[in-house]
């Protein structure tokens, strides 16, 4: 017997394996049924409503779906063998009912039980995306799931101008502008998005008309409407990431209040004349990330904050900044290398020289830490802006 048989010959023994028509009926009762196979193997066709969920991906990702333990979950491969050993880390990590499908999607095909085929990018959208298509870390499953994908950008000013213009040209399929101010000539000198042509337009709007210019595509949906706790939780809501290139303090804890809300991780950005900092708070798993109450559990007293406004910018700073929230966005909607949680990056524009801190999750975080009340509250303007 070869070291492999014998290996799974000991996980048959501890792995519950199921039929595929056994499978379907567990689906339907709220199991949750995934395909481990590669990309490259599920164009073709998966088992319908099951989580596409390569078996490299399967430990990092599996909690944004399955956050409860206990919800028994169904394994598939091509064959019933890769499985088996994606079933056994699963249980290794703390899942309690795990099961592997016998015989994999050829035995679920076999039986004639449904099947949907992922959609196909056509001619444009192949052209549109090639440098995307060629990278095997992304791909055309890759390019699938930027398509899919909803983000919410706060603020369509210096920041929001190059994570929404990056986002858009990247085939993000539903970006979510936010913001409630116009236009102005002064704001030209860094804000990218928008263009003398359009002075005087809701900045929203702008950015929308500038945005579809360039990819077509996708959808931009405009809120001309400043967050409040009142609308907050509506406004974010459905979103895969929420990027905050806002300029303002109690903006900024409220984002990250509702975002522990509603479990979605928060992309942070922040400038200030030379310098800027990047971070990634939060997402499905509270306690597992830092939040922003982490770093800066209150808002400091106004004189201490002054806004952008007041302090002023370098104009290509914001483009250095939310081009790295960009990247963070795109990395956490690929699932592709490891996010900047945990740690703050700073940039210094004089020095040309980033720099990071470690950011703690804090056990005694007033939002994150586990009973805290992550109530959402109005924070009066602490910074003028
Ligand atoms: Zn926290």
New binding site residues.
């Given amino acids: 017997m070869s070291l492999k048989d014998r290996r799974l010959s000991d996980l048959r023994a501890r792995i519950p394996e199921i039929a595929a028509a056994e499978a379907l009926a567990l689906q339907a009762r709220g199991a949750l049924l995934v395909d481990v196979r590669e990309d490259e193997e599920t164009v073709t066709g998966t088992p319908a409503g099951a989580l596409r969920l390569p078996r490299g991906f399967l430990e990092l990702r599996i909690e944004e779906t399955a956050s409860d333990p206990t919800r028994p979950i169904l394994l598939m491969c091509a064959g019933g063998t890769r499985s088996l050993f994606a079933a056994e880390d699963l249980l290794r990590m703390g899942y309690g009912d795990v099961r592997s499908v016998t015989g994999g999607f050829s035995a679920w095909k076999a039986a004639g039980l449904p099947v949907e085929v992922p959609p196909q990018l056509d001619a444009v959208q192949r052209e549109r995306y090639r440098r995307h298509l060629t990278m095997p870390e992304v791909g055309e499953a890759g390019q699938h799931r930027l398509l899919r994908s909803r983000v919410a950008l706060i603020g369509a000013g210096g920041l929001g101008s190059p994570i929404a213009l990056y986002l858009a040209a990247a085939g993000v399929g539903r970006l979510t502008l936010i913001d409630d101010d116009r236009v102005e000539r002064s704001n030209l000198q860094r804000q990218i998005l928008h263009a003398e042509s359009r002075l005087g337009q809701r900045k929203v709007e702008s950015g929308r008309a500038a945005l579809l210019d360039l990819n077509p595509t996708i959808e931009v949906v405009a809120h001309d409407t400043r967050l409040e706790a009142a609308n907050v939780l509506d406004l974010l809501a459905g979103h895969d990431v929420v990027v905050d290139g806002s300029d303002n303090l109690p903006t900024r804890y409220l984002v990250n209040d509702a975002c522990l809300r509603l479990g979605v991780p928060n992309v942070y950005g922040a400038i200030f004349r030379f310098e800027g900092q990047v971070s990634v708070f939060g997402g499905a798993t509270p306690g597992v990330r830092?939040?922003?109450?982490?770093l800066f559990p209150e808002p400091p007293p106004a004189e201490y904050a002054p806004s952008c406004a007041e302090a002023g910018v370098l104009g290509v700073l914001p483009g250095v900044i939310g081009t790295i929230m960009a990247a963070e966005t795109i990395k956490l909607l690929l699932g592709l290398g490891e996010p900047m949680a945990g740690r703050l990056l700073l940039y210094d524009g004089l020095r040309g020289e980033f720099n990071e801190i470690a950011v703690p999750?804090?056990p005694h975080?007033p939002?994150?830490?586990p009973g805290a009340s992550c109530e959402l509250t109005d924070i009066a303007a602490v910074c003028g802006a």
Avoid at 290 to 294: F, K, L, M, N, T
Wanted: net charge neutral; glycine share 0%.
């Fill in positions: 830092p939040c922003y109450r982490c999750v804090d975080c939002s994150c830490s």
